[in-house]
């Protein structure tokens, strides 16, 4: 079966700090890749998606994440966060078929 | 993207009891999930909800526990029988196919927050 790593759980920011987060996958075919977001009192959003392609996606509030096959990765980054990027991000990976498999979610908490 | 909406958003529940949770999309879709969020945890699919036929469960979750109804393709509800306090917890519904093009692409309801007593 396959498994999702977010290697960190919580992670503190002032603002204009570099964000990267981690993730990791255990299964060895194609896969489709996820990170979504929930802020604080709402819905998981998408964030955004890799299917093929560059291995470099870009996302939604400067946001971008990529792709690297031999590692097994797909970390999420941003140059510079905002306050408002405060929220919960998760991780999820798609095996070509219909079932999703999320990490255990990286909190996020920018300092103003 | 579609709207999706899930009643009720929260309820407080003794156990023993059940509870019926809805999920209605303002757009017909292919596929249909329930996911359960425990507290401090990430999601985990309980199943697949299939149009006109039983739902598909993951391993750990069984019909008993755990009925799903799909009557048509904008609408399910999952209902959570004989309620525990281990069962407190967010529930989530989400849709793939329909009003996105991209397969795979699932989209998530605003959950709903049970709590057992």
């Given at each position: 079966a396959q498994s999702v790593s977010q290697h960190n759980h919580h992670v503190i920011l002032s603002e204009a700090a570099s964000l990267e987060l981690g993730c990791n996958y255990s299964y060895g075919g194609t896969v489709n890749l996820f990170w979504y977001v929930q802020y604080p009192g709402q819905h998981l959003q998408l964030l955004l998606k890799y299917?093929?392609?560059?291995p470099l996606v870009k996302g939604i509030k400067g946001f971008e994440a990529e792709f690297i096959k031999s590692k097994f990765s797909f970390n999420l980054r941003k140059p510079s966060v905002q306050w408002s990027d405060t929220a919960e991000y998760f991780c999820a990976v798609n095996n070509a078929g219909n079932m999703l498999t999320f990490g255990g979610g990286t909190r996020l908490m920018v300092k103003p | 993207s579609a709207v999706i909406s899930q009643k009720p958003s929260r309820d407080i529940c003794q156990r023993g009891t059940s509870l019926t949770i809805q999920c209605q999309v303002d757009s017909q879709v292919t596929m249909m999930f329930w996911y359960r969020q425990q507290p401090g945890q990430s999601l985990t699919l309980i199943a697949t909800a299939n149009q006109g036929s039983e739902a598909t469960y993951e391993s750990g979750f069984v019909i008993d526990k755990f009925p799903i109804s799909r009557p048509n393709l904008t609408f399910s509800t999952l209902t959570v029988s004989n309620?525990?306090?281990?069962?407190?917890s967010i529930y989530l519904c989400s849709v793939e196919g329909g009003f996105s093009k991209t397969p795979y692409e699932q989209y998530f309801g605003p959950g709903t927050r049970l709590t057992v007593t």
């Amino acid at each position: 079966a396959q498994s999702v790593s977010q290697h960190n759980h919580h992670v503190i920011l002032s603002e204009a700090a570099s964000l990267e987060l981690g993730c990791n996958y255990s299964y060895g075919g194609t896969v489709n890749l996820f990170w979504y977001v929930q802020y604080p009192g709402q819905h998981l959003q998408l964030l955004l998606k890799y299917f093929s392609g560059d291995p470099l996606v870009k996302g939604i509030k400067g946001f971008e994440a990529e792709f690297i096959k031999s590692k097994f990765s797909f970390n999420l980054r941003k140059p510079s966060v905002q306050w408002s990027d405060t929220a919960e991000y998760f991780c999820a990976v798609n095996n070509a078929g219909n079932m999703l498999t999320f990490g255990g979610g990286t909190r996020l908490m920018v300092k103003p | 993207s579609a709207v999706i909406s899930q009643k009720p958003s929260r309820d407080i529940c003794q156990r023993g009891t059940s509870l019926t949770i809805q999920c209605q999309v303002d757009s017909q879709v292919t596929m249909m999930f329930w996911y359960r969020q425990q507290p401090g945890q990430s999601l985990t699919l309980i199943a697949t909800a299939n149009q006109g036929s039983e739902a598909t469960y993951e391993s750990g979750f069984v019909i008993d526990k755990f009925p799903i109804s799909r009557p048509n393709l904008t609408f399910s509800t999952l209902t959570v029988s004989n309620m525990s306090p281990e069962d407190s917890s967010i529930y989530l519904c989400s849709v793939e196919g329909g009003f996105s093009k991209t397969p795979y692409e699932q989209y998530f309801g605003p959950g709903t927050r049970l709590t057992v007593t």
